[in-house]
């Protein structure tokens, strides 16, 4: 692994803070989640991280580009069965993601006031309406036995912002200045390791926890199905209230109309 580090911290320092197996920090990679299945297809063991300052091809769901300039947190994590739905665990990141990004804000759960998290139906965490971290997880299959999975989460953290996209994407320097990567990491990490032992669907707390983030609630949907969304099952699927009756959409690119 790379002799890089995150504020200082060493890579190997990093890894037994953390709790991890092992973690590699390189200055720059095409995506961090190819890294991942990468380390996963030589055997690496679950739990490996790797972390990039920078990628040159970052993505994110159906091929679409991230912006990954250095000041963010660009982050893949490999995971080994048993494990649930990618759909399922992907929500569940998604819930992780927006308590880390409030306690870095400084909201409390119990107040009204401050940055607020929502969460976009699958995989996007907002703020202030706009899109502060994204996360895309990819299985790797052989015949129908789950090998691995390969998570990437990408986090604007005091990364610029393309001027094109200020209205649609913010970073957490805009609300906390001073907010350093680790900050953000020494509560991710250790919380996405035990995810690994939930169940395969989610449970009533969770999709109470989902209903109270849920930024698509409520509103007209173009795609992937048009209607009025209408929340969570307990499997990971959108529910759309097409009019004639609601239906589940178990993935695909949403757009407001």
Not at 216 to 235: C, V
């Amino acid at each position: 692994m790379a002799r890089l580090g995150i504020d200082d911290i060493p890579a190997a320092a990093l890894a037994r803070r953390w709790g991890v197996p092992q973690c590699g920090v390189f200055r720059s990679l095409p995506s961090a989640l190819d890294a991942i299945h990468d380390l996963g297809a030589q055997g690496a063991p679950g739990g490996t991280v790797v972390l990039a300052e920078e990628q040159s091809a970052g993505r994110g769901r159906d091929g679409r580009t991230w912006r990954s300039p250095a000041g963010g947190v660009w982050l893949g994590m490999l995971l080994r069965p048993p494990l649930p739905a990618p759909g399922v665990l992907s929500l569940r990141i998604g819930l992780v993601l927006a308590d880390v990004v409030e306690a870095v804000l400084g909201v409390r759960a119990t107040s009204l006031s401050g940055p607020r998290a929502g969460l976009k139906w699958p995989n996007d965490v907002l703020v202030d309406d706009r899109k502060v971290a994204g996360i895309l997880c990819e299985g790797r299959w052989q015949g129908d036995a789950l090998q691995w999975l390969g998570i990437g989460i990408g986090i604007n953290v005091a990364n610029n912002v393309p001027a094109e996209l200020v209205d649609r994407a913010v970073t957490l320097s805009e609300f906390c200045p001073g907010v350093r990567r680790l900050d953000v990491l020494d509560l991710l990490v250790p919380s996405l390791l035990r995810l690994t032992t939930h169940d395969a669907r989610l449970s009533e707390f969770e999709c109470a926890a989902f209903a109270r983030r849920d930024w698509l609630r409520g509103r007209h949907l173009r795609a992937p199905l048009a209607g009025r969304a209408a929340g969570i099952r307990p499997d990971g699927a959108l529910l759309v209230d097409t009019g004639a009756g609601t239906t589940m959409v178990r993935d695909g690119h949403v757009e407001l109309s």
